[in-house]
């Protein structure tokens, strides 16, 4: 998978939000990524990482303080007007929580087509046809067009949602924690369904979660973010080999059902205030290697692998 | 037996099925259940009728709560006073929901303490004081100095957690107590909740989604789906030997590392 085509790339994105005092939040900095056609990019972090920021820019919500995103060759942000809107068409969303992102006196097939209107590209005669065909394709039945969003379940949802976002037929689409407000059941057939749709249609998706168990499932590509930097990059079936203190402990932080119950360990220490972030390693407050050099220098991305990057001065291999 | 509810059902008087049927469970002291499920599988309803607080027009249509030796199911207001806050406390899933935000924490907790106990001001401060550095809060001098809703979340439920846990009450009632923290806090909350329950030999009923955390602290698990219980019995059996096709189903869908790969 990886000598597919990269599609987009973002290349040293900064967004700064001002304080109020003078100061700046650094909610992203300086992040570098690469997106290949066809796969699944995973971004893992806590809350407050960056990681939906990142997505803002990458939707073109939000221009990034410095820093580019180029779709197909060219630099999205600077895009205004008429182009900005075309752009639409190749990247949408998914949000978190589908009861919030409808209109509740929208029916579902004007929810659904709402996208294709706006680009022309269905009359309103043919609303009701074009809406089924993509309620199949996310598994619901058709008769759900003529349905008010509130009528149905989490699940139902969130593949509206899914459907929406597919009406466009983009190239890429995002996730914002599209699993997270749903049972585990629910979540496990929604995961599948956008496996299917990758496979099937060879979309993109760029899927933000803080769950590295459920990421590691059907992830190609994982970028685990902290406090606005990359920690660490890595293909989504090597997770175990994790070398960032970080992932690791992100890794231990998950309760198995089945297996070992002692291996869950706990970060300790707190968050540094992501306004006043101490020089030197971002992680350093809850780091248990954390030494000297870590206090004074930040570590930047190397490679320690084949296609594995890590922002890690002390790297280690994964204990057991 | 510290707690027995027996073939409980549960009905709102707008619909004329019980939306909770047959459920029994029994719990000792010092024991862990936990009652797993989906949305709408009543496992929330079944909490809120022990403590005697269903919401809207629910009541109980049929069976028994009993606790230490008490028929909860006929208590008087004033009764249940006595009981709720000292004898069986709640964590909610959002502590930060449940204080009132114009208020100090300090405020509320200070006045709490002194409806359950005869305590001077300085006493409660002192006995909030002492249960807030427990629950391994930093500074709770400037906790209780500040608003819910100045603190972040895993220090939210931390403070939902010691107030519940003040008066060392026999039972504890926690309804998804770690569903809106991240996976980090959430691995705290869930081991210093662990911890308190061992340490204090209470008896906690809690209801989550999240089956790996079920796995972890409980004795016992029960799993219901649409206000039935499909399993139930000690956790290791559930996980390890599980009866029903439903809780079959709910096990598979936990997704967990090194499971096998969807692409």
């Known amino acids: 998978m990886s000598d597919a085509e990269i599609i987009m790339s973002i290349q040293g994105v900064t967004k700064k939000f001002p304080m109020g005092d003078g100061r700046f939040l650094t909610a992203c900095d300086d992040i570098t990524l690469n997106v290949r056609k066809g796969e699944f990019v995973a971004i893992v972090g806590e809350s407050g990482c960056g990681k939906t920021t990142l997505m803002k820019s990458v939707m073109n919500i939000q221009a990034p303080t410095s820093g580019k995103i180029f779709y197909r060759g060219q630099d999205i942000t600077q895009l205004t007007g008429e182009a900005k809107r075309q752009n639409c068409r190749n990247i949408q969303m998914v949000f978190q929580n589908p009861s919030a992102a409808f209109n509740p006196k929208l029916k579902v097939k004007e929810i659904i087509c709402e996208p294709l209107l706006n680009f022309n590209l269905v009359k309103k005669s043919e609303m009701a046809v074009k809406a089924g065909e993509l309620l199949e394709m996310v598994d619901l039945p058709r008769e759900f067009a003529e349905r008010y969003p509130n009528n149905m379940s989490g699940g139902q949802r969130q593949r509206v949602a899914i459907a929406r976002a597919l009406a466009l037929e983009p190239e890429i689409i995002v996730c914002d924690e599209a699993t997270s407000a749903l049972d585990v059941s629910v979540q496990d057939t929604i995961i599948k369904l956008l496996c299917r749709l990758q496979k099937e249609k060879g979309v993109t998706f760029m899927f933000i979660c803080h769950d590295l168990a459920l990421v590691s499932l059907f992830a190609h590509r994982v970028t685990v973010m902290y406090l606005g930097n990359i920690m660490e990059k890595l293909d989504g079936d090597k997770l175990q080999e994790a070398v960032h203190p970080y992932t690791q402990a992100l890794l231990r932080s998950v309760f198995p059902v089945h297996g070992d119950k002692r291996a869950v360990q706990c970060l300790e220490g707190n968050i540094p205030n992501p306004a006043d972030m101490p020089t030197g390693c971002p992680f350093q407050t809850r780091c248990t290697y954390c030494q000297d050099k870590c206090r004074s220098e930040k570590p930047v991305l190397q490679q320690v692998g084949d296609n594995h990057y890590a922002a890690c001065h002390f790297p280690r291999q994964a204990q057991g | ?263």
């Open chain 2, 1 to 263: 037996m510290l707690v027995e509810v027996k073939n409980l059902d549960i009905s709102y008087t707008d619909t004329p099925e019980p939306l909770v049927k047959n459920v029994s469970l029994s719990l000792d002291k010092g024991e862990v259940l936990t009652i797993v499920g989906e949305s709408g599988s009543g496992k929330t309803t079944v909490i809120r009728a022990i403590l005697g607080v269903l919401s809207g027009t629910g009541y109980i249509s049929n069976g028994s709560i009993h606790f230490a030796g008490q028929d909860l199911t006929h208590l008087s207001n004033q009764e249940w006073l006595k009981l709720r806050g000292k004898n069986i406390s709640m964590i909610f899933q959002d502590c930060g929901n449940m204080l009132n935000p114009v208020q100090t924490i300090g405020h509320q907790y200070i006045e709490y303490i002194q409806t359950h106990a005869d305590k001077s001001k300085e006493e409660a401060k002192a006995m909030a004081l002492e249960v807030l550095t427990r629950m391994n809060l930093p500074d709770p001098e400037n906790i209780m100095n500040s608003y819910i809703f100045e603190l972040s979340g895993g220090m939210r439920q931390r403070v939902g957690i010691a107030m519940a846990i003040t008066f060392h009450p026999q039972l504890l009632l926690a309804d998804e107590p770690t569903s809106a923290l991240d996976v980090t806090t959430q691995a705290q909350i869930v081991k210093e909740l662990s911890n308190i329950v061992k340490q204090s030999g209470t008896a906690m009923i809690m209801v989550t989604h999240n089956i790996g955390v079920a796995a972890y602290m409980s004795d016992k698990i029960m799993v219901m789906s649409q206000g039935q219980v499909r399993d139930y019995g000690p956790a290791e059996q559930v996980i390890n030997h599980p009866t029903d096709d439903y809780t079959r189903h709910l096990l598979s869908s936990v997704p967990e590392l090194g499971g096998e790969r969807y692409v």
